[in-house]
């Protein structure tokens, strides 16, 4: 099955190379430009390239790449190298090539930082689509096929009309009984015994065990976090605002980076550790800034 274009995007989004491949080309197709990248300790290696050297312009070029890079957001990438080359064939190793000769291997090559995104617009678009996935899950749980169905409610109802028909007879066997004189079996006209109540008194009763208070989730208290970090963000003016929301945010990153391996929230909460990180740091930056502003007047 074909993956929609949704998570192709949040696949990019959390870093995926072969995920931003596939947006780039497609979103530069119609200047026949093609991609491809690898991550070279830390920094994304893009290769940009095209038949004819019109097509690979350096500056609208590397601008509408960044700009493509900068709406994807990817985790953990903030450096990006483009480089521009007329298309030749595949090459496994053109990363080797490029880096032994640049020079007869690259028409230019130009590095660019991305802009760290907004977190309250990261925060909105990643609980989106979290209800999206949680969406999806419910419409394939509850579209189940009709011949699993009708076959459950087929024994189902064998069941009780099976349970149903044991009742009649054996209701319809003492009546007869009754009415002909018969004595029912001894072990069916006698009482039940009564057990004696046996349970402690009072002051004997042990002392109840305590129950012990159940843990804290770290993922639930992580996103109460978020959401008032988030809702902070969008009334904040002093630096003393900023500070408290980087400790918030970094709070929620250090809780989710709590959640164990077997957890099956593990990979999203993995994902938000990083992007709660990287909104610690914008808000520590944003105070920082009206900080510095605030002493130069």
């Known amino acids: 099955m074909l993956q929609s274009i949704d998570d192709i995007f949040r696949q990019a989004r959390q870093g995926s ?22 991550l070279d300790n830390g920094v994304l290696q893009l290769l940009c390239e095209a038949p004819d050297p019109h097509q690979l312009e350096q500056g609208a070029l590397v601008q509408r790449v960044k700009s493509l890079l900068e709406g994807i957001s990817p ?10 080359r007329i298309a030749r064939e595949q090459q496994l190793l053109w990363l080797d090539e ?15 930082r991305l802009k760290p995104p907004n977190p309250v617009r990261r925060w909105w678009e990643d609980r989106k689509f979290n209800r999206e996935e949680a969406a999806i899950a419910a419409l394939h749980k509850k579209d189940k096929p009709k011949k699993e169905t009708a076959s459950r409610h087929f024994w189902r109802g064998l069941l009780v009309g099976g349970l149903s028909l044991g009742v009649f007879a054996l209701l319809l066997g003492w009546a007869v009984s009754d009415w002909l004189g018969i004595q029912p079996p001894a072990w069916l006209a006698r009482e039940p015994e009564v057990e004696e109540d046996v349970s402690p008194s009072p002051e004997t009763d042990p002392e109840p065990t305590a129950t012990p208070a159940a843990e804290p989730d770290p993922f639930v208290e992580a996103v109460r976090l978020a959401e008032q970090a988030a809702t902070g963000g969008t009334t904040a003016e002093t630096s003393a605002d ?12 250090d809780l989710m980076a ?16 990083v992007s709660y990180s990287q909104n610690s740091e914008v808000a520590t930056q944003e105070a920082e800034t009206l900080r510095e502003a605030a002493a130069g007047q």
Request: hydrophobic content about 35%; glycine content about 2%.
């Open 242 to 253: 900023w500070l408290e929301l980087a400790s918030r945010w970094q709070r929620a990153a």
């Open 75 to 84: 985790n953990k990438i903030r450096r990006v190298n483009i480089n521009g």
């Open 98 to 112: 490029i880096k032994r000769d640049p020079d007869s291997q690259l028409l230019w090559s130009e590095e660019v």
């Open 17 to 38: 190379v072969s995920a931003i491949i596939q947006i780039l080309n497609e979103k530069l197709s119609d200047s026949g430009v093609r991609t491809r990248a690898m």
């Open 258 to 273: 709590q959640v164990p391996e077997d957890d099956p929230r593990y990979a999203t909460a993995q994902d938000r550790t």
